[in-house]
């Protein structure tokens, strides 16, 4: 077995291990039970709005149910520090939670003290309630309002207060319609010395219109030309369109490209059921020859 061989293997069999996500409104749950097994990661959105407290009755009975609940933590709807530290009191307590998803959020005005993931940081509050994990958000076809050097310097101060603090930090990414955007951000993070896990998201099935939708809501740019190519290669809207396409092109690169990743993790935009199917149907064998020698004709060389 050549060492990409080993690669797409490691790759294919990090699927076992993937995230999901679910809305904080915690209705997805027997839902959930029905296509995910216990013991998954499980991410919990924080939409602007959004009542904290609901979150953590979300992440309680994620827990109850025998999931690890992950819930997001949008730092500017954080009123004031005594609500960030009540969110995480009762996380802690009442879901056992220990790794949460630190994200900016999606209003463009702090609601309190917080404007970024940084000051949360700056806080203290995340090691003094036994946070064992911070994942970050990662946006390998660009963050919305900061450019690749401040993102990349915002990365490298959350590497050092990983080793400060002794938390385990990673990122998880934005999704993508193929592999390139995230290689290259990949190559980008190793250029500048940033050795954080990458977590890769991923588009889960859904149709190309409903995709098309997110990804606008997102903020996804070039690699939308991916998904109008599927459009156009099946001919219609009502098609499910699933993260294939990103994996065989991650499964094709070269070893050193994909050694940060260290898991995936799924966006249900077509539903769990969807999702699950996918998962429990997509084929984990080594890639056929044709389609390696495809990938390398789109630039990659196997080492």
Request: net charge neutral; aromatic share 8%.
């Amino acid at each position: 077995m050549t060492v990409s061989d080993q690669s797409s293997h490691r790759l294919a069999a990090l699927l076992s291990s993937v995230s999901v996500e679910i809305s904080s409104r915690g209705h997805q749950i027997a839902e959930l039970r029905d296509h995910f097994a216990e013991g998954t990661d499980v991410t919990i959105t924080f939409l602007p709005g959004d009542n904290y407290r609901h979150n953590v009755e979300t992440a309680a009975a994620l827990r109850r149910a025998g999931y690890n609940p992950v819930p997001h933590i949008a730092a500017r709807e954080m009123a004031s520090r005594e609500a960030f530290d009540d969110f995480l009191a009762r996380a802690r307590g009442e879901a056992d939670v220990s790794r949460i998803l630190l994200i900016a959020g999606d209003v463009a005005a702090a609601k309190g003290p917080f404007k970024s993931t940084r000051d949360v940081a700056a806080s203290g509050l995340i090691e003094a309630y036994g946070i064992a994990s911070v994942s970050l958000a990662g946006h390998p076809e660009g963050h919305p309002y900061l450019g690749l050097p401040d993102a990349l310097q915002g990365l490298k101060a959350w590497r050092e207060w990983g080793q400060r603090t002794g938390t385990r930090v990673d990122v998880v990414t934005q999704f993508c319609f193929e592999s390139m955007p995230i290689l290259q951000w990949i190559g980008a993070l190793d250029r500048a010395g940033i050795d954080l896990p990458v977590i890769i998201g991923l588009a889960g099935p859904a149709t190309p219109a409903t995709l098309t939708k997110f990804a606008l809501r997102c903020g996804i740019g070039n690699s939308m030309r991916a998904l109008r190519a599927q459009i156009g290669r099946f001919g219609r809207l009502l098609t499910d369109t699933g993260p294939d396409d990103v994996l065989r092109g991650l499964r094709c690169a070269p070893a050193a490209a994909t050694a940060p990743i260290a898991g995936f993790h799924l966006f249900p935009f077509g539903g769990l059921r969807k999702a699950g199917n996918w998962l429990r149907d997509y084929d984990r064998d080594v890639l056929r020859p044709a389609e390696r020698v495809a990938a390398s004709r789109a630039g990659f060389q196997n080492p």
